[in-house]
T-cell receptor
Framework: AQSVTQLGSHVSVSEGALVLLRCNYSSSVPPYLFWYVQYPNQGLQLLLKYTSAATLVKGINGFEAEFKKSETSFHLTKPSAHMSDAAEYFC???????????FGTGTSLTVIP | KAGVTQTPRYLIKTRGQQVTLSCSPI?????VSWYQQTPGQGLQFLFEYFSETQRNKGNFPGRFSGRQFSNSRSEMNVSTLELGDSALYLC???????????????FGPGTRLTVL
């Protein structure tokens, strides 16, 4: 079965600094990789999705992620953090059969003014 | 378009009871999926319904069940509640046409279930 590991359950960055949230998937390449964001008391919102069309995926709100097969990684980045980026971020993969999602444990991002 | 709505938003039950949660998808969406979110286990996929049929299923016991109506609204039922069932239950809808994990999922705000 697929699995996802998010390194760092809590990440703090200063406003304007680079945001880097790490995600590694299990060794077999999943069909799709996702990053979701969850704001307090809300559901998840899709930030971006990798579908093998391009290794660098651009998402909403200035976020992007790069798929690196050699490193089995799909890290999320944003050049300059805003206060509004403070939230919980989840990396997810689809199963090889496309019939399930597997989520990471989440990374809570704090942006320091 | 109105988003995904879930009712109720908060629920308190006692052990052994059963509970039914409701999810109304975005108009035109035919797929509804359910997820359990807990601090210990994180986000876990429960099941997905498409056109009134359960199409995909996660690894949860039979106490967790669901159904979907002809208008695509979905309900999730948990019988014989246990303390460990306390969680935020999220539902998501999508068109369902391209495939469960291919379509973009739109999530509702969730139902917070507390089991005492």
């Amino acid at each position: 079965a697929q699995s996802v590991t998010q390194l760092g359950s809590h990440v703090s960055v200063s406003e304007g600094a680079l945001v880097l949230l790490r995600c590694n998937y299990s060794s077999s390449v999943p069909p799709y990789l996702f990053w979701y964001v969850q704001y307090p008391n809300q559901g998840l919102q899709l930030l971006l999705k990798y579908t093998s069309a391009a290794t660098l995926v651009k998402g909403i709100n200035g976020f992007e992620a790069e798929f690196k097969k050699s490193e089995t990684s799909f890290h999320l980045t944003k050049p300059s953090a805003h206060m509004s980026d403070a939230a919980e971020y989840f990396c997810a993969v689809s199963s090889n059969t496309g019939n399930q999602f597997y989520f990471g444990t989440g990374t809570s991002l704090t942006v320091i003014p | 378009k109105a988003g995904v709505t879930q009712t109720p938003r908060y629920l308190i039950k006692t052990r052994g009871q059963q509970v039914t949660l409701s999810c109304s998808p975005i108009s035109g969406h035919r797929s509804v999926s359910w997820y359990q979110q807990t601090p210990g286990q994180g986000l876990q996929f429960l099941f997905e319904y498409f056109s009134e049929t359960q199409r995909n299923k996660g690894n949860f016991p039979g106490r967790f069940s669901g159904r979907q109506f002809s208008n695509s609204r979905s309900e999730m039922n948990v019988s014989t509640l246990e303390l460990g069932d306390s969680a935020l239950y999220l539902c998501a809808s999508s068109s369902g046409l391209a495939g469960f994990t291919t379509d973009t999922q739109y999530f509702g705000p969730g139902t917070r279930l507390t089991v005492l």
